[in-house]
């Protein structure tokens, strides 16, 4: 397994299915559950030993409002943990300023409010430093991008 994606809560599900869109699209092998940094601390350490036993390389964790969870699991792991902030209070601003807000010496990556979708393309990333042919994914989904935006100023017609 590749990546274990994490959810503070069951309500953060559509921002969990754009990451797992994302890494369908790229062939990458992931886990996703539930599991809450304050209210079952016991089943977030459970969910990081079993990822390790099957070989994860990076985790994905979302979550709200305090947004605990991406620190938690980069306290118990040196893989990289990826944060995605919900925007559940204060606009996501709350979730997001507790993600980038860590302390030195243990680092958690940030996207955008809301961005599973940012953050599955940073695992692809990520994996791609060390793997060609998804370096050639990323590029072809790269051009892929940049062949919608030359069709869509075409369309415009202004």
Known sequence: ??????????????????????????????NVTVASAHRTPERVENVIKEAHEKGVKVFIAIAGLAAHLPGVIASKTVKPVIGVPVDSNLDGLDALLSIVQMPPGIPVACVG??????????????????????????????????????????????
């Open 1 to 30: 397994m590749d990546v274990q994606i994490i959810l503070g809560s069951i309500s953060d599900k559509e921002i969990a299915k754009k990451a797992v869109d994302v890494l369908k699209e790229f062939g990458v092998e992931y």
């Open 113 to 158: 409010i809301g961005r599973g979708d940012n953050a599955a393309l940073l695992v692809c990333e990520i994996l791609g430093a060390c793997d060609g042919s998804m370096q050639n994914k990323l590029q072809k989904y790269r051009a892929k991008m940049a062949e919608k935006i030359e069709k869509d100023a075409l369309a415009l017609g202004l």
